[in-house]
C-alpha cells in the first residue's frame, strides 16, 4: 500500500493550547498554512466545517490556487444542497485543481449543531439520508446518460452533469462514522474510510467490519488514521512535552472555555474515551489525555516519542491496514514543517523498504 499523509487548514491560528484571537477568519493564515503544507510534503489538506464555521469549499478553492501542488480534502456535509449540485461543484474544482479534490463526508452526530443549520433530522435519518447523497452524486459524476433516482430524501428526474471528474477513476470519497448506521454505509460509499486516532486493537476491529460491509458491494476501501504527533529528541522529553501540552490546555480550557465538548454524541469519541484508561495510555506510545480533558472532541490523540518511535508506531498501524495519516500538531504551522522534515520522510522510508523486504519474499518463493 502507498502511504498517503494530510494536513489540516485552519480558518486562523487555534487549537486545544492556543486561544483563537481576532477574526474568524484570517485569509493571510490560510494561505501561509496551505503553503508550508505544501513544502512540507503533505499530499493533501483538510479543510474542516461546523455550524459556525467559514465555508470549507470556498476556503479549499482559495488555498488550491495558493498551494498548487496540496490535495484538498474538503469537509461537506450532505443535505444542505442538492447531491447533483455538489456532485458537479466538486468536479467543476476538481478541474480548476488539475483533480487535487476529494470530499471528505460528515454525516454528523451532534442533533444540536445540525439544528443550528436547520436542519432537525435524527442521526439514523442522516446516514440514510447520506446513503441517498452519495448514491445520487456517483451517478452524477459517472452517467452517460440522464437518470433518475426516486428515494425517500431526494427524488432526481433526467439527472445529467456535463462536468465530470478529470481522472477517469473518479474523485476519492472519504467517508468518517463509528455507528452502525455509518459503517454500512462506508460499506458502499467509502473510498477511504477514516478513524480517528484508536488503539490497535480497536482499528484492526475497524478495520474489519468495513471491510465485511464493503464485501456485499465489492468494493476494497482504504483507511485513513487522524493522530496528533508529539515528537522530541528524546522519550523523555517528548512526555514531558505531552504533558506541557495538557497543562495549557487545561489552562486554556478553564479560562475560556475553549475546546470542551458539552455532551459526547459521536460513537467514535465514546470509543476513544474508553481508550483512555486513568494513565491515558495505550499500546507503544497511544496518548489519550487531551481527549480525555476534551471529551474526545474531534481528533485529539497522541502518538507520543522520538521521530524514530512515531514513525515506528506508524507503521504498526500500516500493518493493520492504514494507508492514509491525518496529522496535525497542537501548534499547526510549526508542527507541521517539523512534521515535514522529521517524520514523513521517515515513515515512508519504514513502509518502502518493508514492501521491498515483502516482494522479494514473495519472489523468492514464487522462483
Known sequence: ????????????????????????????????????HESAGFDRALFALHSDSPDSFTVAA???????????????????????????QFATLDHLSNGRVAPHIITGASDIEFQ????????????????EYLDIIRLEWGSEEPFDYDGRFYRVAGGRSQIRPRNPAGIPVYFGGSSPEAIEVAGKHADVYALWGESYAQV??????????????GRSPRFSLSL?????????????????ILARAQALLSRTGFGREAHIHAEGSRRLLAAAGNNHRADKRLWTG????????????????????????????????????LIRGFD?????????????????????????QTAQISASKAA
Open 228 to 244: 496528533r504527533p508529539i515528537l522530541a529528541e528524546t522519550e523523555d522529553g517528548a512526555w514531558a512535552k505531552a504533558e506541557g
Open 1 to 36: 500500500m502507498a502511504v498517503e499523509f494530510i494536513g489540516f487548514v485552519g480558518n486562523r491560528n487555534a487549537s486545544e493550547t492556543i486561544a483563537p484571537a481576532g477574526a474568524s477568519f484570517d485569509p493571510l493564515y490560510v494561505e501561509t498554512a496551505a503553503k508550508i
Open 62 to 88: 482559495h488555498a488550491q490556487a495558493i498551494a498548487p501542488k496540496l490535495g484538498l480534502l474538503i469537509a461537506h456535509r450532505p443535505g444542505f444542497i442538492a447531491p447533483t449540485l455538489a456532485a458537479r
Open 204 to 217: 484492526a476491529e475497524t478495520v474489519a467490519r468495513v471491510r465485511a460491509a464493503a464485501v456485499p458491494y
Open 290 to 325: 487531551i481527549a480525555a480533558l476534551t471529551g474526545a472532541k474531534g481528533n485529539s490523540t497522541s502518538l507520543v516519542g522520538t521521530p524514530d518511535q512515531v514513525a515506528d508506531a506508524l507503521l504498526d498501524y500500516h500493518r493493520l491496514g492504514i494507508s492514509t495519516f
Open 116 to 131: 443550528a443549520d436547520g436542519d432537525f433530522t435524527t442521526k439514523s435519518e442522516r446516514y440514510a439520508r447520506t446513503r
Open 332 to 356: 499547526p504551522l510549526p508542527d507541521a514543517l517539523s512534521y515535514g522534515s522529521d517524520l514523513i520522510p521517515r515513515v515512508k522510508a519504514l513502509i518502502a523498504r518493508e514492501e521491498a
